[in-house]
Nanobody, 122 residues
Framework: QVQLVESGGGLVQAGGSLKLSCVAS????????MGWFRQGPGKEREFVAA???????DYADSVKGRFTVSRDNAKNTVYLRMNSLYPEDTAVYYC????????????????WGQGTQVTVSS
């Protein structure tokens, strides 16, 4: 049983930064890959970034060079640092978990958080 809770969303001006956190229940994240997805108004949920077990990363082209995904296994937490934000980054951001390797399809992930709202104003 895995439960995920996202936090860190909010309102930021274009060009600003936010850091999202996702805390997994339990004593360890051993073996899990963690993904970040987002869903904007009227859009489908899309892949943003992911980090595997043990720690290779993958990014959507739209966020490469701006977003950084990392994990702190001792804290059962995965982070998404978002820099140089654009209004089109506005969305509800979700973290998700699956075993081992990263993936870009939502259907590959077994566990999901409730999401945290990120709003970027111009």
């Amino acid at each position: 049983q895995v439960q995920l809770v996202e936090s860190g969303g909010g309102l930021v001006q274009a060009g600003g930064s936010l850091k999202l956190s996702c805390v997994a229940s339990g004593r360890t994240m051993t073996g899990y890959a963690m993904g970040w997805f987002r869903q904007g108004p009227g859009k489908e949920r899309e892949f943003v970034a992911a980090i595997s077990w043990p720690g290779s990363t993958d990014y959507a082209d739209s966020v490469k060079g701006r977003f950084t995904v990392s994990r702190d296994n001792a804290k059962n937490t995965v982070y998404l640092r978002m820099n140089s934000l654009y209004p089109e980054d506005t969305a509800v951001y979700y973290c998700a978990a699956k075993m081992f390797s990263t993936a870009r399809d939502t259907t590959d992930y077994n566990y999901w958080g409730q999401g945290t709202q990120v709003t970027v104003s111009s």
